[in-house]
């Protein structure tokens, strides 16, 4: 945690969780104002890692750029099949701006997935209408199965899209 000199150089923001569940986590972002705050040579060796000199002798403090922090590239979870045509469902949650859930409440309203399988142990597949949207993918062995596969409820596939269900969303 920032002290409470440190403050004034960050802000602090709750981190997008995959599995949205559970404690909030905080992260801290630097302003790119902390930079010329840093004593790159301390005098005396502390146990304290990052030294912030008194912000009153800064020039930035209170500007316009203080305020805004560093952006940085968010991690690229679009492909993470390695599929160009195709979404996963959590993809297409993250490409819409929605979750995971409120993609599978759509596609199971839309009749175009169902659960298979006993309580949390199951996976979705694609039903009749939802085969004209997508495939079945299986990641582990890099493979994809049709309708009539007999390996679809007992491997890793998971129902993949292509764009035209973007319509729906």
């Not at 316009?64 to 991690?75: A, E, F, G, I, L």
């Not at 409440?105 to 175009?112: D, F, P, Q, S, Y």
């Not at 079945?136 to 199965?145: A, C, Q």
Request: aromatic share 8%.
């Amino acid at each position: 945690m920032p002290t409470n000199h440190g403050k004034t150089f960050c802000e602090i923001l709750d981190t997008g969780k995959s599995h949205h569940c559970g404690t909030p986590v905080k992260q801290v972002k630097w302003f790119q104002s902390v930079l010329k705050s840093l004593n790159t040579a301390p005098s005396v060796k502390t146990n304290t890692v990052v030294h912030i000199s008194n912000p009153a002798h800064s020039e930035e403090v209170g500007s316009d750029k203080d305020s805004d922090p560093v952006h940085r590239k968010q991690k690229r979870k679009r492909n993470r099949y390695e599929l160009d045509d195709y979404f996963s469902l959590v993809e297409l949650g993250e490409f819409i701006g929605r979750s995971r859930q409120h993609v599978v409440k759509v596609l199971e309203k839309h009749r175009l997935i169902k659960w298979v399988g006993k309580g949390k142990r199951g996976k979705y597949l694609l039903t009749d209408k939802g085969w004209q949207f997508g495939i079945m993918f299986d990641p582990s062995e890099n493979t994809f199965h049709n309708r009539q596969s007999k390996r679809l409820t007992t491997s890793n596939a998971q129902p993949v899209l292509g764009y035209d269900i973007l319509a729906l969303f």
